[in-house]
């Protein structure tokens, strides 16, 4: 058995899978905004798992990460500072275990359904925050900025804001007064659309993409706005920068959790065989 944790901004799932990646169990809490009560918080949820027996652990954080020492430096949603999450899920969950941030996690396990069609895959989640990913030839480019969209700064009403800070799911929220599950209109969904073309444009542009897919809460309800970001940056296209195929990902709301397990996977068989070699 293989674990995942995802830990968001305002929630975190705990899941068990087989080894064939399936999740057989799951455990979800509100993320804690104080860092001991969520390591409590997710021993409690390990304790009340059925199956317990793990070989290794794959761990998708919101946040800045230092991957050399299993920390989070920083996180855009939460009050967390350099806190010791990979030793910590460690000892809770009694096996070795890998982290890597939320967006670039999921965007690994999205990537990986569209291998055989694309090989410049972006990731883009939209949910409390925007988290951002992108996987080149089927590895997770760690060059690109943890932060995602709490730290782009891009043209809006004519002056440059912080693309998460207008176009997250926390904004929608804020402006609207409605989640995305329940805004129906075309009319709304066109002004979101609005707001997410100067980051998508700004990425699409540097990063070259084959295709994007939008996944967190807002990408779940993709269709409801597929077509409008398409009639919104086909304008934008030039013969030196084409515009890429846009895809919902095809679990939106696990996307990290399956990523989660690939990621553990791979690692930990990577390494076994290092050791055998050895």
């Known amino acids: 058995m ?13 899941a068990v899978l087989d080894d064939h990646g399936v999740i057989k169990e799951t455990r979800k809490f509100p993320t804690p905004e104080n860092y001991h009560h969520f390591v409590l918080e997710l ?4 304790a009340h798992l059925e199956h317990r027996d793990f070989k290794a652990a794959g761990i998708g954080t919101t946040g800045t990460i230092d991957r050399q020492h299993g920390i989070i430096i920083r996180t ?11 030793a910590d899920v460690e000892k ?40 951002v990913g992108f996987v080149l030839g089927g590895k997770i ?48 969904w066109k002004a979101i659309v609005r707001d997410l073309r100067p980051g998508l444009l700004e990425l ?34 030039t013969p030196a920068l084409r515009m890429p195929v846009f895809l919902q990902a095809s679990r939106p709301e696990e996307a990290v959790i399956f990523g989660c397990y690939d990621l553990a996977k791979a690692t930990f068989t990577k390494e076994r065989r290092h050791a055998a070699a050895a």
């Open 2 to 14: 293989y674990a995942g944790v995802d830990v968001g901004g305002t929630k975190t799932l705990l």
């Open 43 to 46: 021993r409690h949820a390990a």
């Open 76 to 86: 855009g949603t939460l009050p967390w500072q350099r806190v010791p999450l990979l």
């Open 92 to 131: 809770v969950l009694h096996c070795p275990a890998v982290i890597e941030n939320d967006a670039k996690i999921a965007a690994l396990s999205e990537s990986m359904l569209l291998k055989d069609r694309y090989r410049r895959v972006l990731y883009i989640t939209i949910s409390t925050g925007i988290g």
């Open 141 to 188: 480019d760690t060059t690109l900025n943890d932060a995602g969209g709490s730290n782009m700064l891009v043209g809006h009403r004519g002056k440059l804001e912080i693309w998460e800070h207008f176009a997250s799911g926390k904004a929608i929220v804020e402006r609207y007064g409605k989640r995305a599950e329940e805004i129906h209109d075309e009319a709304t």
């Open 204 to 237: 699409i542009a540097i990063l070259e993409p084959e295709a994007v897919v939008i996944g967190g809460s807002v990408g779940t309800y993709f269709e409801r706005y597929k077509h409008l970001l398409t009639t919104e940056l086909k304008p934008y296209e």
